[in-house]
Nanobody, 126 residues
Framework: QVQLVESGGGLVQAGGSLRLSCTASGRTLSRYTITWFRQAPGKEREFAATIIWSSGSTFYADSVKGRFTIFRDTAANTVDLQMNSLKPEDTAVYYC???????????????????WGQGTQVTVSS
């Protein structure tokens, strides 16, 4: 079992920055793919950024590419999401999720993930 806890959300003005952290317990993440999803009010949950722990490979949604950076801290067993140049449309609840790294997994889809955190609210004011 993997337990995930997000932290770091809050209120920020457009153009500002926030850093979210996903702390894992129960298992080391060496065999997992970790993804940040987000869900805005009235919208479906959407993919934001992924990191494959073993290789460090990262992937981003077009909407956040160049502004968000996902990275891991192997000592702390955490995955952070650094968010810069925030826009009002980035307002959402942000969730981290984990799935065992397997070939053929489409890590952009939330139904591929069995472990989820409780979410953290990010609000960007205009």
């Amino acid at each position: 079992q993997v337990q995930l806890v997000e932290s770091g959300g809050g209120l920020v003005q457009a153009g500002g920055s926030l850093r979210l952290s996903c702390t894992a317990s129960g298992r080391t993440l060496s065999r997992y793919t970790i993804t940040w999803f987000r869900q805005a009010p009235g919208k479906e949950r959407e993919f934001a950024a992924t990191i494959i722990w073993s290789s460090g490979s990262t992937f981003y949604a077009d909407s956040v590419k160049g502004r968000f950076t996902i990275f891991r801290d192997t000592a702390a067993n955490t995955v952070d999401l650094q968010m810069n140049s925030l826009k009002p449309e980035d307002t959402a609840v942000y969730y981290c999720a984990a799935t065992q790294t397997r070939s053929g997994t489409n890590w952009r889809y939330s139904n591929q993930y069995g472990y989820w955190g409780q979410g953290t609210q990010v609000t960007v004011s205009s």
